[in-house]
């Protein structure tokens, strides 16, 4: 059963300080992966999506991913408190499926 | 406006109730996909179309049907609901189901929520 996993939180972190978000996943054949933004009640958004090791930068956001590890992140930089939000994290392999995590619930403090 | 809309948004119905929840993409999307969203368990597959009468089984498929008879439109079939299926749907499309296709995203409709008692 190919799984992703992400601490269920909630994080909290002081308005205008960097939330950082974990993400591992088992499939090893796993090439793409998203990060999605979901605000209670809502349908989730995507943040940023990353299909090679290294950083991947969009505003405020940075995603990081890391094949070896199997280890998928996302920083938050100068959070806001409209940040605040469940964060979920997504693979997809050469297989059709996506495969979600948990989500982490991410809470900006004013 | 590039959107993917279900209907309906609410359902409360009772057990062995034939229900169709449908799922409708203007966006020309290749894939679509439905998924159920309970507390703790996160979002979890339960069909996916590659494309036009392609469809296969995600992760918790029992219980569920769906057809793909045109592009843009995928409905969720329960024959016979049970109080477990009582959840938060969500029907999702993108461009492709291929990896690495650029600008890939799943955009996601408003959302299902079935109560099933």
């Known amino acids: 059963q190919k799984e992703v996993e992400q601490n269920s939180g909630p994080l909290s972190v002081p308005e205008g300080a960097i939330a950082s978000l974990n993400c591992t996943y088992s499939?090893?054949?796993?090439?793409?992966f998203f990060w999605y933004r979901q605000y209670s009640g809502k349908s989730p958004e995507l943040i940023m999506s990353i299909y090679s090791n290294g950083d991947k930068e969009d505003g405020r956001f940075t995603a990081q991913l890391n094949k070896a590890s199997q280890y998928v992140s996302l920083l938050i930089r100068d959070s806001q408190p409209s940040d605040s939000a469940t964060y979920l994290c997504a693979s997809k392999g050469y297989g059709q499926n996506f495969v979600f995590g948990p989500g982490t619930r991410l809470s900006v403090l004013p | 406006e590039a959107q993917v809309t279900q209907n309906p948004r609410y359902l409360i119905t009772v057990t062995g109730k034939k229900l169709t929840v449908t799922c409708s993409q203007n966006?020309?999307?290749?894939?679509m996909s439905w998924y159920r969203q309970d507390p703790g368990l996160g979002l979890r597959q339960i069909y996916y179309s590659m494309n036009v009468e392609v469809t296969d089984k995600g992760d918790v498929p029992e219980g569920y049907k769906v057809s793909r008879k045109e592009k843009r439109n995928f409905p969720l079939i329960l024959e016979s609901p049970s109080p477990n299926q009582t959840s938060l749907y969500f029907c999702?499309?993108?461009?492709?189901?291929?990896?690495?296709?650029?600008?890939?995203?799943?955009?996601f409709g408003p959302g299902t929520r079935l109560t099933v008692l």
């Open positions: 499939d090893r054949v796993s090439q793409s």
């Open positions: 966006m020309n999307h290749e894939y």
């Open positions: 999702a499309s993108s461009l492709s189901g291929r990896v690495r296709v650029p600008n890939n995203e799943q955009f």
